[in-house]
């Protein structure tokens, strides 16, 4: 008579070797041979798990708890297959139940604290993460969860503590490094982000995700070259990450190297047709290349996929002024600014809108907001100062093209037109210098007249 242990033992090697489906045949003729086979009901859920069939390894841990019903594990293993369906509730009760039976079982307590994270409720997870590193110390993953927990609670002190605390334990925690880079980043250590992520990439020099996270750092520090870089290795590890081609483009555009730019949004829209980033980036990319047209057209997909994207309203409502289309600008930047009402670029460009349609007191108000947001804003004192001068106010022009003029000492034409307004006061001795310094620097940047 065939032994159920022979096929049980033979089930263990197949998934030894990963060899799911077999080792579902001969731990299901174990069971076939004796229906009350515990462990033959564990080994062929956690083969059906690998295959991702959850249904049925729940149903074989629910028949682990019918045979054995004080089992911590089966409920530990059932509350995993839940959470991996996606059903959070059902996974809290059962890692509820695994932590009554086994009040120490310390990975009960840390899958539930991920259940209650991915329910967002921060304070149980962070409570279950503790509580798991008082029964297991030593358990670097911990820290890791509990840090990143931290860090969305905007307590980067305590999570850098995790982190270090993680690393300690276990120098190799790729999490741990990564993590770490990202808190700091926003602590501002572009450098000691860098750092951490190379470390990430020693660990594991298969991963995408910390060559795409370098490569932002890279960006920020303006060293666009290895950005380039490090999102063509993360390229090649992940073809299809639309967001890195996304990424990639964005620093080729700040190299002005723009029809690459056009090429890696292209791909990204490829592989991600609602990647509302790249129709935005692409608009920007066309805009440069004078495709207006175009670049309408990718304003206005991104703003159907998401109709309250500020990024693409301003620059819909910049290239609707380009063309002409004063009334549509302006219900651009309307909008921008009832979803960000302190957004000083969206007042601006109003107020060069305003100023083409001549309603000088709303152009005049929009500036002054600007500038009382953004103190540091020149164009906004320079646009003022030409509206000013429009309204033959030459004391308020001279004294926003001053101010133009300190914050900004190479804008050739800020001296050109403090010179008119001087000229309109008729002091012909001010205004001739400003002229001349307004050619001088002409001559060396030219530049675009009008209101910017």
């Known amino acids: 008579m065939p032994d159920p242990l022979e096929f049980f033992q ?33 080994g062929r859920g956690n083969a059906y798990e690998a295959k991702g069939q959850h249904d049925v390894a729940i149903a074989d841990y629910s028949a682990v708890m019918k045979f054995s019903p004080g089992e911590p594990v089966a409920f530990f293993n059932r509350g995993s297959a839940w959470m991996k369906k996606g059903d959070r509730k059902a ?37 279950d ?28 002190d305590l999570a850098m503590a995790d982190y270090d605390e993680a ?29 951490e992520y190379g470390e990430v990439i020693r660990i594991n020099d298969k991963d995408a ?55 890696d949004y292209d791909e990204a829209i ?9 129709y935005v980036c692409r608009g920007i990319a066309r805009t440069a290349k004078l495709n207006r047209d175009g670049a309408l057209a990718d304003y206005n997909e991104a703003l159907r996929l998401d109709p309250t994207n500020v990024k693409a309203l ?29 957004d000083a670029l969206a007042y601006s460009h109003r107020g060069v809108i305003h100023t083409k349609k001549s309603a000088l007191d709303r152009a005049l108000n929009d500036f002054t907001h600007a500038i009382e947001l953004d103190p540091k804003y020149s164009r906004a004192f320079f646009n003022r100062g030409l509206v000013y001068l429009i309204k033959r106010n030459p004391d308020s022009a001279i004294n926003d093209f001053t101010k133009t003029i300190e914050l900004d000492p190479n804008y050739s034409l800020a001296y050109l037109n403090r010179s008119k307004a001087y000229e309109m006061k008729g002091d012909k001795a001010k205004a001739a210098p400003d002229k001349a310094k307004a050619q001088e620097l002409a001559a060396a940047t030219p530049e675009t007249a009008g209101a910017h």
């Open 209 to 263: 995700k910390a060559y795409s996270n370098r490569a932002l750092a890279y960006c920020k520090l303006n060293e666009l070259d290895k950005a380039i870089g490090d999102y063509t290795e993360a390229i090649r590890l992940n073809p299809k990450s639309g967001k890195n081609y996304c990424a990639r483009g964005i620093a080729y555009a700040k190299k002005r190297q723009t029809d690459k730019a056009m090429a």
């Open 91 to 127: 996974a809290i009760a059962d890692f509820d139940e695994a932590i009554r039976l086994d009040p120490l079982y310390a990975k009960a307590y840390y899958n539930r604290g991920f259940a209650f994270f991915k329910s967002n409720q921060l304070e149980a997870a962070i409570d």
């Open 314 to 342: 301003y620059n819909r409502g910049i290239v609707n002024g380009l063309m002409g289309q004063l009334d549509s600008a302006l219900a651009d930047y309307n909008q921008v600014l009832q979803l960000d009402p302190k």
């Open 10 to 42: 033979s089930g263990l090697t197949h998934q030894k070797n990963a060899d799911w489906d077999q080792a579902v045949a001969a731990f299901t003729e174990a069971i076939r041979l004796n229906p009350k086979y515990v462990e033959a009901y564990y």
């Open 129 to 156: 993460y503790t509580k798991s590193i008082q029964h297991d110390p030593n358990d670097s993953d911990s820290f890791v969860s509990r840090g990143l927990i931290r860090a969305v609670r905007g307590e980067w």
């Open 167 to 195: 690393i300690r334990l276990n120098p190799d925690n790729a999490k741990a490094h990564g993590n770490r880079g990202n808190a700091l980043e926003r602590k501002g250590d572009t450098d000691g982000a860098l750092a």
């Open 270 to 278: 490829r592989l991600e047709p609602r990647n509302v980033e790249a």
